[in-house]
């Protein structure tokens, strides 16, 4: 399959000597997470949160990509991530942006508004829940968690990629991606991944790296969560008796630092459709 082989085109960027700067405003339950995972996809991460800088760290600095992370929001990070997302618009620099637990609270719904109207979003990748929640449909969501049955994901990612221009992912049972006109749907990954807190985190940091590596973010946005859903289950198959979380948790990031082409062949279950 043609796409297939473009997926393991952009791959191979992850050993490239050529690496991209990636920007991350995150939170700080998952940060270590995340900056490997940028490590592991081949870039190289920078994080800010200061008000100074958060004018010019992106055309000073050469950022190639800035993730916003909203795990761990408050008033003053909120400007910062507005500049920042504003500063990378003004150089063309793709922004991704987690909405995690946005219907937390009154103050995380007014700050997604905010960064959604005064920032261009690339990509957003959310679960159904957070992305109901932005199209202001009533959603079943506690924290980070969602508890929709995901029977409307596929029309609620198209409905919220044509509103506002850009590619929109949901990771659940099925992960969903669309950029309004296409639409692919992975069915990789395993429960397992529930249970390690910021695997959905780490996910936004591997599709911002490879955002990183080319200009086709359609395509980084599948690989990116791709790889996470397959590595769970390469990760899955080591474990023995009595081995828990911690050890899962190991083999995934062991497994995410080492995928090859071939391993994405053998296991990748993903399908793209045109959609009017």
Same mark, same amino acid.
């Given at each position: 399959m043609e796409f297939i082989e473009d997926l393991k085109n952009l791959l191979k960027k992850k050993d490239a000597e050529d690496k991209p700067l990636i920007t991350f405003m995150t939170n700080y339950v998952t940060v270590l997470d995340l900056v490997d995972c940028c490590v592991y996809a081949g870039g190289s991460p920078v994080l800010t949160d200061d008000i100074v800088e958060s004018h010019d760290i992106i055309p000073h600095a050469g950022v190639n990509a800035v993730?916003?992370?909203? =795990?761990?929001?408050?008033?003053?990070?909120?400007?910062?991530?507005v500049n920042v997302g504003r500063s990378a618009n003004k150089e063309n620099v793709p922004v991704i942006l987690d909405p995690a637990a946005i219907s937390a609270s009154p103050f995380r719904s007014y700050a997604i508004q905010r960064v959604l109207n005064e920032v261009n979003i690339s990509i957003l990748k959310g679960n159904l829940g957070e992305i109901k929640t932005i199209l202001g449909y009533e959603a079943k969501a506690k924290g980070i968690d969602s508890f929709e049955d995901e029977s409307d994901g596929e029309e609620c990612c198209i409905k919220l990629a044509r509103e506002r221009n850009m590619i929109v992912a949901m990771t659940g049972k099925e992960d969903i991606i669309t950029d309004g006109k296409r639409v692919a749907k992975i069915k990789n990954g395993t429960p397992r991944l529930k249970k390690v807190v910021g695997? =959905?985190?780490?996910t936004g940091a591997l599709i911002s790296t490879f955002s990183g590596h080319t200009n086709d973010y359609f395509l980084s946005t599948i690989l990116g969560i791709l790889i996470?859903?397959?590595?769970g289950e390469i990760a899955e198959k080591r474990l023995k008796e009595h081995d828990g979380t911690r050890t899962f948790k190991q083999y995934l990031h062991d497994t995410l630092s080492t995928i090859t082409e071939e391993q994405l062949e053998t296991y990748a279950k993903v399908t793209i459709k045109e959609i009017n």
């Open positions: 993730m916003l992370n909203f =795990g761990t929001i408050n008033r003053e990070y909120l400007d910062i991530m695997t =959905g985190s780490s996470m859903g397959i590595s």
